[in-house]
């Protein structure tokens, strides 16, 4: 049995309730199969010109390639950041029974 692509999708915000909102979310929507908040981290970037430094908490969703789009658009939807964090990295390897877990929590 071929293995699904699976993807670990990132995000941050800044409230470790707004980060457990956007887990349970995606989860109750089907669009990711688990997610772990973990924080604060400390992220600096620059934000209009400025450096910035902010406490965070950062989300990773585990979806698959397929459900990605659908991911994205809910992240889009529910997060307050003009520009959120969205970043989705392959899984280049992983428990098949995990990989295959992955795929059914998030079929449609």
């Not at 699976?6 to 800044?14: E, K, N, Q, Y």
């Not at 989860?27 to 400025?50: D, E, F, K, L, M």
């Not at 529910?78 to 428990?95: F, K, L, M």
Request: charged residues 25%.
């Amino acid at each position: 049995m071929e293995l699904p692509d699976c993807l670990a999708v990132s995000t941050t915000t800044d409230a470790a309730e707004k980060a457990e909102a956007l887990a349970r979310g995606a989860i109750t929507a089907r669009v990711a199969a688990c997610a772990q908040v973990s924080g604060p981290v400390t992220s600096v970037y620059r934000w209009q010109g400025a450096v910035e430094s902010a406490a965070e908490w950062k989300v990773l969703f585990k979806t698959t390639a397929a459900r990605y789009p659908a991911l994205e658009k809910y992240l889009l939807d529910a997060h307050d950041y003009d520009t959120p964090e969205i970043v989705a990295t392959p899984v280049v390897a992983g428990s098949p029974d995990y990989l295959r877990w992955v795929e059914e929590e998030t079929a449609p």
